[in-house]
Antibody, heavy 121, light 111 residues
Framework: QITLKESNPTLVKPTQTLTLTCTFS??????????VAWIRQPPGEALEWLAV???????RYSPSLKSRLTITKDTSKNQVVLTLTNVDPVDTATYFC?????????????WGQGTLVTVSS | QSALTQPASVSGSPGQSITISCIRT?????????VSWYQQHPGEAPKLIIY???NRPSGVSNRFSGSKSGNTASLTISGLQAEDEADYYC???????????FGGGTKLTVL
């Protein structure tokens, strides 16, 4: 049974760095093909894909946010961490992590419940 | 602005069929068979309902089907049920860049 859970909701101030942790179970990020992605959704708006990290440490980022995003993994803890620097109120959103596999070509089959991040002074 | 354009809303009556389009505006979606569709109910995480254009994950109703023609991918829901009322998102994966993009989403109302 695959499950993913994002870290608790958080309030961050503009210009600060946001750090989110995805803790998962039911799969390993050492298994060939496996990846974990981050997707966000501003209130009332559409989904926005942010980044993915694969079992082999291959990392991909959304071009529009690439300069501000970093994704890393800790396979011993079954965790993936996303950092977003220099946050702005427009970064207020629910952030989801999701399981993917390179054989699924971009499809995300298991999702966490999401965590609300609010950027406000 | 998303590279994938979806209608903002569609509606249908119980038992009817509806189709949601997903038009790739920046690149020919016909070059990719890697289109996925997600269903999202309010306050919930998205659920994968179609991958690789027309494949359903285990457990997804066969009332959901996908197709693609040229730059346009489509999701068809047949035999509409009240529980189908939700937001639907398409996504496309580029094998060249291995990046994913989502459409703007479509709100389905079951009348």
């Amino acid at each position: 049974q695959i499950t993913l859970k994002e870290s608790n909701p958080t309030l961050v101030k503009p210009t600060q760095t946001l750090t989110l942790t995805c803790t998962f179970s039911g799969f390993s990020l050492t298994t060939s093909g496996v990846g974990v992605a981050w997707i966000r959704q501003p209130p009332g708006e559409a989904l926005e894909w942010l980044a993915v990290i694969y079992w082999n440490d291959d990392k991909r980022y959304s071009p529009s946010l690439k300069s501000r995003l970093t994704i890393t993994k800790d396979t011993s803890k079954n965790q993936v961490v996303l950092t977003l620097t220099n946050v702005d109120p427009v970064d207020t959103a629910t952030y989801f992590c999701a399981h993917t596999d390179s054989r699924w070509y971009g499809a995300h089959d298991y999702w966490g419940q999401g965590t609300l991040v609010t950027v406000s002074s | 602005q998303s590279a994938l354009t979806q209608p903002a809303s569609v509606s249908g009556s119980p038992g009817q069929s509806i189709t949601i389009s997903c038009i790739r505006t920046s690149r020919n979606i016909g070059g990719s068979n890697y289109v996925s569709w997600y269903q999202q109910h309010p306050g919930e995480a998205p659920k994968l309902i179609i991958y690789e254009v027309n494949n359903r994950p285990s457990g997804v109703s066969n009332r959901f089907s996908g197709s693609k023609s040229g730059n346009t991918a489509s999701l068809t829901i047949s035999g509409l049920q009240a529980e189908d009322e939700a937001d639907y998102y398409c996504s496309s994966y580029s094998s060249g860049t291995t990046l994913v993009v989502f459409g703007g989403g479509t709100k389905l109302t079951v009348l």
